[in-house]
């Protein structure tokens, strides 16, 4: 079988299945979708593409990443080489799509600890026809601060999807 490394947006049952995957080895509750995809959850109607999935992990330490990394590759997640003794980023063939996830967990997010970040989450739950799927996602006031340091950080075309995510959590509030 050929793995696809181009598709960037997922459905909600493979979003789902990569979350369920993730909660195998991080623990249910100690996982949430932070960046583009979060924004994609929130707002319905912006599903921006993006080429990767950034995932918040609670409670992880730099003693346990080794029996985490056993059972990611027991879960069938891909550990791409490279990766210096901690644990940045994980990939999951998804369908025939190779997603390419990024752990954020020993520090804090522009300047956010995690642990706030878990404590202002918010779960959402998607409904496609008799499905449905639920997530935990950062905060949207959070997201919107963590966009906007992003944004602050950035040049050209990925400073662009910064400020398309931010403009669409606001527009959300609008009313």
Do not use: W
């Not at 954020?104 to 522009?110: A, E, L, T, V």
């Amino acid at each position: 079988m050929e793995v696809n490394k181009v598709k960037s947006n997922f459905s909600l049952s493979e979003l789902h299945y990569a979350y369920s995957k993730l909660e195998e080895v991080f623990g249910k509750g100690n996982i949430m979708f932070i960046g583009g995809r979060a924004t994609n959850l929130i707002c319905e109607k912006n599903q921006r593409p993006t080429h990767d999935i950034d995932i918040a992990v609670n409670g992880l330490n730099e003693e346990q990443i080794e029996s985490v990394r056993r059972k990611a590759i027991d879960a069938g997640f891909i550990i791409p080489k490279g990766q210096k003794g901690g644990l940045e980023r994980l990939e999951l063939v998804v369908g025939n799509t190779l997603m390419a996830i990024d752990l954020y967990y020993d520090r804090p997010i522009s300047g956010i600890p995690i642990d706030y970040l878990f404590e202002k989450s918010i779960s959402i739950t998607k409904i496609k026809g008799n499905k449905n799927y639920e997530f935990r996602v950062a905060h949207p006031a959070t997201l919107v601060v963590l966009k906007l340091f992003a944004y602050l950080e950035t040049h050209g075309e990925i400073k662009e999807k910064h400020e398309t995510d931010i403009k669409s959590i606001l527009n959300l509030y609008q009313d």
